[in-house]
């Protein structure tokens, strides 16, 4: 599934973003899954459940320790 989302263009300015447009996309999808709907429902299953999440994601150093 990931590397569906790694063939999306990104339009995003490079050097400013912090998180692959991949990952974030992955983790929107994992989140709408478990019934949540916006950007604070991502972040409390990143903060909450990121080592389950950590295995689907390109860049998973990021979960649990950036976004806290």
Not at 36 to 50: A, F, P, V
Request: with cysteine.
């Amino acid at each position: 599934m990931a590397s569906s989302f790694s063939s999306v263009h990104t339009p995003r300015v490079v050097g400013r973003c912090k998180h692959k447009l991949s990952d974030i996309l992955m983790i929107a999808l994992i989140t709408y899954l478990y019934g949540g709907e916006d950007y604070s429902n991502m972040y409390q299953l990143c903060r909450y459940r990121g080592e389950e999440v950590k295995p689907l994601l390109e860049v998973a150093y990021y979960i649990g320790t950036y976004w806290e």
